[in-house]
Nanobody, 128 residues
Framework: VQLGQSGGGSVQAGGSLRLSCEAS?????????MAWFRQAAGSEREPVAVIDSDGGISYADSVTGRVTISKDNAKNILYLQMNNLKPEDTAMYFC??????????????????????WGQGAQVTVSS
């Protein structure tokens, strides 16, 4: 399994960015749970959004209403559309995948340890 990320960059507060994560070696892609995490400098990696194999979606409270996670099962691509970006969104963003049906984590959002496969990361920098 390989996850190749693209997107990211630098924007001013209020701007938008879209991250992409193209998967290979995942058969069938639709059976995988996919997620976006982020890690700011000096902080732990935290969940941003998750879409499970049933299509269920959850967002972290800090991004709800500003980001949208989606995936194209035909193209094996995961997206994260981020709008109204804030300086506190500045972080390295990672896509993650796990071959697991449904949801298996105990809390509202998954933990990084719940995922086996990771993209290389994409830096998002938001200036005020």
């Amino acid at each position: 399994v390989q996850l190749g990320q693209s997107g990211g960059g630098s924007v001013q507060a209020g701007g938008s960015l879209r991250l992409s994560c193209e998967a290979s070696g995942m058969f069938p892609y639709s059976s995988y749970c996919m997620a976006w995490f982020r890690q700011a400098a000096g902080s732990e990696r935290e969940p941003v959004a998750v879409i499970d194999s049933d299509g269920g979606i959850s967002y972290a409270d800090s991004v709800t209403g500003r980001v949208t996670i989606s995936k194209d099962n035909a193209k094996n691509i995961l997206y994260l559309q981020m709008n109204n970006l804030k300086p506190e969104d500045t972080a390295m963003y990672f896509c993650a995948a796990e071959s697991h049906g449904g949801r298996w984590w105990d809390s509202d959002m998954p933990h990084p340890a719940d995922f086996s496969y990771w993209g290389q990361g994409a830096q998002v920098t938001v200036s005020s």
